[in-house]
């Protein structure tokens, strides 16, 4: 079975957690010059009464997904719990700290280079983790293969793309947006009462202070009544496009280092035998 077979078969039965075998990870991985993990991150926070805790991380996953069926890939298991204080007020919310996400995160890409994964890119469904930006910065200074995937120019797009009519700082929580790729990709977790549950508030300047509970009584902010599944899958389609960038990016950073390790190579020979390399 080749490598998009195997890929095409684990993809048809992904959920939350990847299905690969050890022996699927190893074909893929003897099929590409440079190995790319896709890590999803969501969270568990309040989305009103009509989507699920657990929606950030189905996001994260969907979008993690389409990119496994367009790229070759190793998908992880995502990270289901993170930062989420601005919605403590809301019952069934659950956060760790930043600094436990950015300790989880940099584990992970410790160990896939362990095990020959050089490049990680981090999925993030939720827009409070602001944390993996950091981690992200921080691991590139340091020489390490790290993206984080979408920015907010990926989402432009993928509006514009998708017929999304809701602009991004309107639509801030359980809106247009995530109940789209809900109602595409898990329509049966969707409840009703988002047809009518749109709620604006786009002066959030005292968020990080006062939390979701100043401005929403409902948890929502953003016009879910304007999702269609239609919207989901074009949105996801969008961003696995976009995707395509951060691909040749994290690949290409690893030929350039292999051509310095290379050139570094060459000199030390030509060090030693008196000649000098070609250019």
């Given at each position: 079975?080749?490598?998009?077979?195997?890929?095409?078969?684990?993809?048809?039965?992904?959920?939350?957690?990847?299905?690969?075998?050890?022996?699927?990870?190893?074909?893929?991985?003897?099929?590409?010059?440079?190995?790319?993990?896709?890590?999803?991150?969501?969270?568990?926070?309040?989305?009103?009464?009509?989507?699920?805790?657990?929606?950030?991380?189905?996001?994260?996953?969907?979008?993690?997904?389409?990119?496994?069926?367009?790229?070759?890939?190793?998908?992880?298991?995502?990270?289901?719990?993170?930062?989420?204080?601005?919605?403590?007020?809301?019952?069934?919310?659950?956060?760790?700290?930043?600094?436990?996400?950015?300790?989880?995160?940099?584990?992970?890409?410790?160990?896939?280079?362990?095990?020959?994964?050089?490049?990680?890119?981090?999925?993030?469904?939720?827009?409070?983790?602001?944390?993996?930006?950091?981690?992200?910065?921080?691991?590139?200074?340091?020489?390490?293969?790290?993206?984080?995937?979408?920015?907010?120019?990926?989402?432009?797009?993928?509006?514009?793309?998708?017929?999304?009519?809701?602009?991004?700082?309107?639509?801030?929580?359980?809106?247009?947006?995530?109940?789209?790729?809900?109602?595409?990709?898990?329509?049966?977790?969707?409840?009703?009462?988002?047809?009518?549950?749109?709620?604006?508030?786009?002066?959030?300047?005292?968020?990080?202070?006062?939390?979701?509970?100043?401005?929403?009584?409902?948890?929502?902010?953003?016009?879910?009544?304007?999702?269609?599944?239609?919207?989901?899958?074009?949105?996801?389609?969008?961003?696995?496009?976009?995707?395509?960038?951060?691909?040749?990016?994290v690949t290409s950073a690893h030929s350039e280092t292999e051509k310095a390790d290379t050139e570094g190579a060459d000199a030390k020979a030509a060090d030693a035998d008196?000649?000098?390399?070609?250019?």
């Amino acid at each position: 079975m080749s490598g998009s077979e195997i890929r095409s078969a684990a993809s048809a039965t992904y959920g939350l957690v990847p299905t690969d075998t050890t022996e699927d990870v190893r074909t893929r991985g003897a099929g590409v010059p440079s190995q790319v993990a896709v890590l999803p991150v969501g969270s568990f926070e309040q989305h009103g009464a009509y989507l699920p805790l657990a929606t950030d991380t189905l996001v994260a996953c969907a979008i993690a997904r389409e990119i496994a069926e367009a790229y070759p890939v190793h998908l992880l298991p995502p990270v289901t719990i993170a930062c989420s204080h601005e919605h403590a007020a809301w019952p069934g919310t659950v956060s760790i700290s930043s600094v436990t996400l950015h300790a989880v995160v940099r584990d992970i890409a410790a160990s896939l280079r362990r095990s020959g994964v050089e490049a990680l890119v981090l999925v993030n469904g939720h827009g409070g983790n602001y944390v993996l930006g950091n981690v992200v910065q921080e691991s590139s200074a340091a020489g390490e293969r790290m993206a984080l995937f979408p920015a907010p120019e990926d989402w432009e797009a993928a509006l514009e793309w998708s017929g999304i009519e809701t602009s991004l700082l309107t639509d801030m929580h359980a809106g247009e947006i995530e109940t789209s790729i809900l109602l595409h990709a898990h329509p049966e977790l969707v409840r009703p009462g988002y047809e009518s549950a749109d709620f604006v508030a786009d002066d959030r300047r005292h968020l990080l202070t006062l939390g979701m509970s100043a401005y929403t009584d409902s948890g929502v902010i953003g016009r879910p009544s304007l999702g269609s599944a239609e919207k989901g899958k074009e949105l996801l389609a969008s961003l696995a496009d976009s995707f395509g960038a951060y691909f040749s990016l994290v690949t290409s950073a690893h030929s350039e280092t292999e051509k310095a390790d290379t050139e570094g190579a060459d000199a030390k020979a030509a060090d030693a035998d008196g000649t000098a390399p070609s250019s």
